[in-house]
């Protein structure tokens, strides 16, 4: 079992604070895959100072494979308990997703993370105990497919102190707000971690009382999305181009109207262009049998890089899933990008285009260069695994 983790964290900062107390870090290492949520003590500065230098030692340590015992006992010695309020500087909750199919979780003074499982909450048993003075929690499982983990800041659940909630929004309300979320659609991470905050928001009205964070894990397999733009440099290389493309397993793009035509020829089935405009300034998609999306080149290729940067940006809000949801070439090209793979692997023509010069367009190739760099850039801040061939 191969599984990997479509994570999503988002965060509001602490009314008037212009940094957020609470850190997230996600490490990859050869057999699994690492998340740690530390919430420092107090807000603004201090704060993610404190979370910052809790989630590198944790990180640097575990990736270098030392055991849970000795990050806590590191975190115990670095950051002692405040004498004054005697709370801890830092709080943490780490997850371990390994790619053989299970999960290690352990947190310290945070909220407990909640698990979804076929879109219902599932309660799972853990064991506390004490490691250099401080009381853990620590849960083991096996792991399937579209297993949900939302670890949170007491942010989350303090959201609404006061006002709508006299003691917060809790964690049992929180669970029930995302098992609701699975009722509307199938989710992403990004899609339950947007509609998590937005709610915190709101039950701050728009004025956090405190820094909070959401972090969204769902578990999935290995999902392979393959791009194919630009012809060739040398046109007896289409064959070998076109072979590579459809010989890798997964979803096949082609995006650029002489690309179309080369996937066409090779394929030998036709391009059934479509008339409808969606969206005036992207042109429309076409359809070749064997292909799951045929789009035009640059006009879509710089929306898409646009979607994913605002995506990587943190400008996952209503506004933004809407124009994801859209049904242009731009917007469709995107959703695969961000919520239907983990591996992009970019098959590249380097040739000048014969259509833009045909046209007497002042068209650089670099244009188009450009774009795919950007696109291998945003993807890989995504986490995701992006190869790329040039022809």
């Not at 690309?259 to 429309?284: E, H, M």
């Not at 590249?348 to 002042?362: C, F, I, K, R, S």
Request: negative net charge.
């Amino acid at each position: 079992m191969n599984v990997s983790l479509d994570i999503c964290n988002k965060s509001l900062n602490k009314k008037e604070e212009e940094l957020c107390g609470d850190t997230v870090e996600v490490i990859k290492t050869a057999d699994a895959e690492i998340v740690i949520l530390s919430d420092g003590m107090g807000s603004g500065v201090k704060a993610n100072i404190l979370s910052t230098l809790t989630t590198k030692i944790l990180g640097t340590m575990l990736k270098n494979g030392e055991t849970i015992e000795d990050c806590v006992e590191t975190i115990a010695m670095t950051l002692p308990i405040c004498k004054v309020r005697q709370v801890a500087y830092s709080t943490f909750a780490i997850l371990q997703l390994f790619r053989d199919g299970h999960a290690y979780l352990v947190e310290y003074d945070t909220p407990a993370c909640i698990v979804i499982r076929d879109g219902k909450k599932l309660e799972l048993p853990y064991t506390e105990r004490e490691v250099a003075g401080k009381a853990i929690r620590e849960y083991r499982l096996d792991i399937q497919e579209d297993d949900y983990f939302i670890m949170m800041s007491d942010g989350v659940t303090h959201a609404g102190v006061g006002g709508m909630y006299g003691f917060g929004w809790g964690r049992t309300r929180v669970g029930e707000f995302i098992q609701d979320q699975f009722k509307k659609e199938k989710m992403t991470a990004a899609r339950l971690a947007a509609a998590v905050i937005n709610e915190c928001s709101y039950l701050y009205h728009q004025r956090p009382g405190d820094d909070t964070t959401v972090v969204v894990a769902g578990v999935t397999v290995r999902k392979d999305l393959n791009i194919f733009t630009g012809p060739p440099t040398r046109s007896e290389d289409d064959e070998v181009l076109m072979r590579d493309f459809m010989g890798s397993p997964g979803l096949h793009v082609v995006s650029g109207g002489t690309s179309a035509t080369i996937a066409s020829r090779i394929l030998k089935k036709k391009i059934v262009a479509s008339l409808i405009y969606t969206d005036p300034d992207i042109p429309p998609t076409a359809e070749i049998e064997g292909l799951d999306l045929v789009t035009e080149g640059v006009l879509t290729l710089n929306r898409t890089v646009n979607l994913l940067q605002a995506y990587n940006k943190g400008q996952q809000d209503e506004k933004f899933f809407k124009i994801l949801d859209e049904s242009n070439g731009a917007s469709q090209l995107a959703r695969l990008i961000i919520e239907n793979s983990t591996h992009i692997h970019l098959f590249v023509g380097e040739a000048m285009n014969p259509a833009h010069q045909a046209a007497g367009l002042p068209f650089d190739l670099s244009i188009r260069m450009r774009l795919v760099d950007r696109m291998i850039e945003e993807g890989r801040k995504m986490g995701k695994i992006v190869s790329v061939k040039y022809y």
